[in-house]
C-alpha cells in the first residue's frame, strides 16, 4: 500500500525547499518496540565499536552483503534504533545526551537468505545484548495535518477494480531540448526559462486511511505537511481510484526563482502553474488538510550504555570478509576529442559502470576516497585537469541492488583498475593547504540544558519560526541543541557542503567549551556570487531557491541572499576563514597519460 514512483527523477527537478522527497521510513514496527524476546534472532557474529574519526559524517548502511556479511558503519544510537525498529528519527525521544552525536560501526555475520527484516530483528537483539538498550513505545503530542472531506463533498471514484493498492507518481519538467536550452544560457549568457515541475499522481484501490498514512512520503511533500503520518479524518470507508497534481511550493512573495550561473545568479522566466499541495486536495479531490495536533507513535529511551560491551577475541577472524576489490570485467580508454557524455548511464544499481567522458581525476578521487577539493590531490600533472575517459565495467553485486549503490565495494575497484591500467600511485601526507578556522570575537550564543540530546538538524526550533517562509532566498536553516563549538565545527561542512567545496576541514579555535543552542540561517552557496559552487554551477545540475529576500538578507546583495560567513557572523558572532596549515594531503607520484591496453 505504499506509494510508488515509476519515474525517476532528474537533476533538473526545480527545488524551492531541502526537502527532495525521499521516503521515510515505515512505521509499522514502531508497535513492536518493546522489550527485546527472547525469541529474537541473532547474528551469528558481530564486532561492535567506536567508529574512527572520518572526513566525511554520513552514515553507511545497513547492508546486508551477499557473502552473509552486514554492515553498517558511521551510525549514531537514533540512527541504529531508527533501523532496527523501522521508525523515523525524530519518533526516537528521550535517552541520554550522546544519542545522536556517537559514532559506531558494526560487522556482523548473518546466515543464508536473512531477510531485512529478519536483520532488524537481529540489530534489536544486538543493542540489548551489547548496549544493553532498553525502550519502550508510547505517544507523544506533535504537529501534524488531518485530511478531511471538503465542505462541498469529495470528487473521487469508487475504486473499479480490486487490483493491487498503489499510487504512481510520473514527473512533468523540462524536456531535454529545454534543458540543453537552460544549460547553453548558463554558460553562455541569454534569458533562462525554467517550466515548473508538475508531479502527477494515480491512485487505484486506496483506502483513505492508507492514502493518508503515507502522504508525507510522497515527493516535496514534507515541505507542506512536514515528516509526520496525517491523520485520516474523511469518515470515508472503502477503496477509491483518484489523479492528482501538484508541484513544488510557489514562491511566497510572487518572484521568480533565482539560478546562480557561473557569472553570479540571474532571476528566471517561469512557464507553468503552480500548484500547492493543499490546493491540489481541495480544488481536484474535493479534500482538505488542517494543521492539528495529535497523539503520534514514538520509541522512549529508557536506558543505554555510551561503550558497547567487547568483542570475543575470535570475532574479526571469523567474519565474512569485505566485498572483492576488482572488476570482473572493465574496458577503459580516453575519450576521443569532441565526444561527449550523450548516453553515458553513469552508476547502476546492477553492479554496472557506463561513463562516457568522465573526468579521470574524478575517477582518481572516488578510489582513493579523497576528500578536501582543488588541494586534495598535490602534484597532478598539469593534463590530468583535461583529461576525459570512457569505462565500461561490471562490478559483481555485493549487495541487492534495493540497497543502493555499494561505494565501498565502487572505490577498491576503480583504485586497482587505476592502478592496472594507469599505472596510478598516490600516497598521503601532511602538506600545507587550505582549512576553515572558525574564531568568536562577539559571541551571541546561549548555553544548553546539558541534560538535553545534542543535535544538529535541517528546520526550525521548538518556536516553530522559519525565516524561510517570508524569505526564499534564505533556503538553509539549521538548529543546534546542546552543542559545543568544536562539535558544531565538525558539523559545518556536512552541512553546509556548497560552502567547502574549496577544500578543508574547520577548526575550532574560539575557545568556547560550554555547549549552546542556537539556529543559523543562511542562503544555499549557489546564490552567492563569487563561492566555489556558484562558480562551478554552469558545469553541472541547477540549484533553484525562492525569490528576494527579506528581514536578515544582506543589503549588499541585489538578491538579499546571505552567505554562510555573513550569517555566523552577524547571528552568532562567530568568524569562518580561509588560512594555511597543514593537512593530509593525497600526493599523486605516478600517471600514465595513456592506458596500457
Not at 146 to 159: F, R, T, Y
Request: proline residues 8%.
Amino acid at each position: 500500500m505504499m506509494l510508488r514512483t515509476s519515474a525517476q527523477i532528474g537533476l533538473l527537478v526545480l527545488l524551492s525547499s531541502p526537502f527532495f522527497g525521499q521516503p521515510a521510513p515505515g512505521q509499522a514496527a514502531a508497535a513492536n518496540a518493546g522489550a527485546v524476546q527472547t525469541e529474537t534472532p541473532t547474528f551469528e557474529l558481530a564486532d561492535v565499536h567506536v567508529s574512527p574519526h572520518r572526513t566525511t559524517q554520513g552514515t553507511r548502511g545497513a547492508i546486508l552483503r551477499n557473502s552473509g556479511r552486514y554492515e553498517f558503519t558511521n551510525a549514531t544510537m537514533v540512527d541504529l534504533i531508527r533501523i532496527a525498529y523501522d521508525v523515523d528519527a525524530d519518533k526516537v525521544l528521550g535517552g541520554p545526551s550522546w544519542l545522536e552525536s556517537d559514532r559506531f560501526d558494526i560487522f556482523a555475520q548473518v546466515p543464508p537468505k536473512t531477510s531485512q527484516e529478519t536483520a532488524r530483528m537481529m540489530l534489536q537483539a544486538l543493542l540489548a545484548d551489547r548496549f544493553k538498550l532498553m525502550l519502550h513505545k508510547d505517544s507523544h503530542s506533535m504537529p501534524t495535518y488531518a485530511l478531511s472531506v471538503s465542505k462541498d463533498g469529495h470528487k473521487l471514484k469508487e475504486a473499479s477494480g480490486s487490483g493491487e493498492p498503489e499510487c504512481k507518481m510520473t514527473i512533468q519538467q523540462n524536456s531535454p531540448a529545454e534543458a540543453a536550452a537552460i544549460q547553453n544560457a548558463l554558460q553562455n549568457g541569454g534569458p533562462v526559462t525554467l517550466r515548473v515541475t508538475t508531479f502527477l499522481y494515480s491512485c487505484h484501490s486506496m483506502t483513505m486511511a492508507a492514502f493518508a498514512g503515507q502522504m508525507h512520503t510522497m515527493i516535496v511533500a514534507p515541505s507542506y505537511v512536514g515528516n509526520n503520518p496525517i491523520a485520516d479524518q474523511t469518515g470515508l470507508k472503502g477503496s477509491w481510484d483518484f489523479d492528482f497534481k501538484y508541484t513544488i511550493k510557489p514562491p511566497t512573495n510572487g518572484n521568480a526563482p533565482l539560478i546562480g550561473t557561473a557569472n553570479g545568479v540571474v532571476q528566471a522566466t517561469v512557464s507553468g502553474e503552480y500548484i500547492s499541495l493543499f490546493d491540489a486536495m481541495d480544488k481536484q479531490l474535493g479534500l482538505k488538510l488542517d494543521a492539528v495536533t495529535l497523539p503520534i507513535p514514538v520509541i522512549l529511551v529508557d536506558s543505554v550504555n555510551r561503550k558497547p560491551a567487547d568483542n570475543p577475541p575470535e570475532v574479526t577472524a571469523k567474519l565474512p570478509p569485505p566485498p572483492k576489490d576488482e572488476f570482473e570485467v572493465a574496458e577503459i580508454r580516453l575519450t576521443p576529442p569532441g565526444a561527449t557524455s550523450a548516453g553515458s548511464r553513469g552508476f547502476q544499481l546492477n553492479g554496472q559502470l557506463d561513463l562516457r567522458a568522465y573526468p579521470l581525476k574524478s575517477l582518481i578521487i572516488i578510489g582513493w576516497d579523497i576528500n578536501g577539493g582543488a588541494d586534495a590531490l598535490a602534484d597532478a600533472p598539469k593534463w590530468l585537469a583535461n583529461a576525459k575517459v570512457d569505462l565500461i565495467a561490471k562490478l559483481t553485486p555485493s549487495s541487492p541492488p534495493n540497497q543502493g549503490i555499494d561505494i565501498d565495494a565502487l572505490r577498491p575497484a576503480v583504485r586497482a583498475l587505476l592502478q592496472d591500467r594507469f599505472k596510478a600511485q598516490i600516497h598521503t601526507e601532511m602538506r600545507p593547504g587550505t582549512v576553515w578556522v572558525m574564531t568568536a570575537p562577539k559571541p551571541k550564543l546561549a548555553k544548553a540544558d546539558p541534560l538535553m540530546r545534542t543535535l544538529c538538524k535541517e528546520g526550525p526550533g521548538k518556536d516553530g519560526k522559519d525565516p524561510r517562509t517570508a524569505s526564499p532566498v534564505l533556503g538553509r536553516l539549521l538548529t543546534c541543541q546542546n552543542m559545543t563549538m568544536a562539535e558544531f565545527a565538525e558539523e559545518l561542512p556536512r552541512r553546509a557542503g556548497g560552502y567547502f567545496t574549496g577544500g578543508g576541514p574547520v577548526i575550532d579555535e574560539t575557545g568556547l567549551t560550554d555547549s549552546y543552542d542556537f539556529t543559523l540561517s543562511f542562503s544555499v552557496a549557489q546564490l552567492i556570487p563569487g563561492s566555489a559552487l556558484s562558480n562551478a554551477i554552469a558545469g553541472g545540475g541547477i540549484v533553484v531557491a525562492g525569490g528576494r529576500g527579506g528581514d536578515g538578507a544582506n543589503p549588499n546583495d541585489p538578491t538579499g541572499a546571505i552567505s554562510l560567513q555573513d550569517a555566523l557572523s552577524k547571528q552568532l558572532g562567530l568568524k569562518l576563514e580561509q588560512q594555511k596549515r597543514p593537512v593530509p594531503t593525497a600526493v599523486l607520484d605516478h600517471i600514465e597519460e595513456k592506458p596500457t591496453e
